[in-house]
């Protein structure tokens, strides 16, 4: 596979319909001088202070924040701004944050979105940092807040199918909520394998059902009003997935259910949120009336 024309050829992409406007917006920016801002890598990943900024430099990164809506991921803090995302993503960072280490490792974040995870990650000091995600959004969201962080994290609009071509392996992979979404998940994760150093690991989350079981749910056209969603193994399922695809001494770290706390509307959203997605008479089931969102946050080392 020929990455550097598949890379140029997602780049392109700033010159669709629909993408046009958010790269046309983020060169707006350029008006405004730079320099080393403060950075905060707290649960609100903050990059200065509202006195750094003119009245009309905050303006535009008003009109910026806004253009660029949805933000599925964050909470960001820019220049005072508070872009407070549907996800309180800092919840599931400091669950997995005792769970590893990047110091001087090569780090791979898939299915990274608008980089927040990757953003809080450097204060651990990785060698590399590089984030896999084909939103056309997402990407624009980073750069938005990159522009200002000035980090050395490299965005690539790839997928995890790309990843055992990418031009180097990696020691820690992330892959947080996407693993449903792929309809070969032994498939996907023989796929990190293949991407990783000897003795590389990796954590990832995904939903869950309960039981002892080794099986899956396969919804019907819809989860949680979400449609591409695949398979939800109980954990044992889970586990012997990933033992097909090369991987030992996995560690099972934490059991969650989605909250409100952790999934809901704000001015920065979509309309509509996890209060949307469940039963409204018995929020212990799906609107469809699968059980609600449970999710697993597993760890796993590649075997040699």
């Not at 939103?135 to 995890?160: C, R, W």
């Not at 949307?276 to 040699?304: C, H, M, S, W």
Request: charged residues 30%; proline residues 5%.
């Amino acid at each position: 596979m020929e990455l550097e024309e598949l890379k140029k050829k997602k780049d392109d992409c700033r010159s669709w319909k629909n993408v046009l406007p958010w790269f046309e917006q983020l060169n707006k920016l350029n008006v405004i001088k730079t320099k080393d801002f403060d950075v905060d890598y707290g649960d609100w990943f903050t990059v200065g202070k509202k006195d750094d900024l003119t009245q009309e430099e905050h303006d535009l990164i008003l009109e910026t924040a806004k253009k660029l809506i949805p933000w599925r991921k964050g909470p960001f803090n820019l220049f005072g701004l508070e872009i407070d995302s549907e996800w309180q993503s800092n919840l599931k960072y400091n669950l997995i944050r005792p769970h590893f280490d990047l110091k001087d490792k090569v780090v791979a974040d898939i299915g990274c979105n608008n980089g927040y995870y990757m953003f809080r990650m450097l204060e651990d000091k990785p060698k590399r940092m590089i984030g896999f995600d084909p939103s056309p959004l997402t990407l624009h969201q980073f750069e938005f807040i990159n522009h200002f962080a000035k980090t050395d994290i490299i965005y690539e609009m790839l997928g995890v199918e790309h990843l055992e071509f990418y031009n180097h392996k990696f020691d820690f992979i992330f892959m947080l909520g996407v693993l449903y979404h792929r309809p070969d998940p032994v498939g996907t994760l023989k796929s990190l394998a293949r991407g990783l150093n000897s003795k590389g690991e990796i954590l990832i989350d995904t939903f869950m059902i309960d039981g002892e079981e080794e099986i899956c749910l396969t919804p019907d056209k819809r989860y949680s009003k979400i449609p591409n969603i695949y398979f939800i193994p109980t954990i044992n399922a889970l586990k012997n997935w990933c033992k097909r695809a090369g991987f030992e001494n996995i560690e099972v770290i934490a059991t969650t259910v989605t909250t409100n706390e952790e999934q809901r509307k704000t001015q920065w959203s979509f309309d509509q949120s996890l209060e949307d997605f469940l039963d409204p008479n018995d929020p212990t089931k799906t609107i469809e009336g699968y059980p609600a969102p449970k999710r697993v946050y597993l760890k796993a080392r590649k075997i040699q």
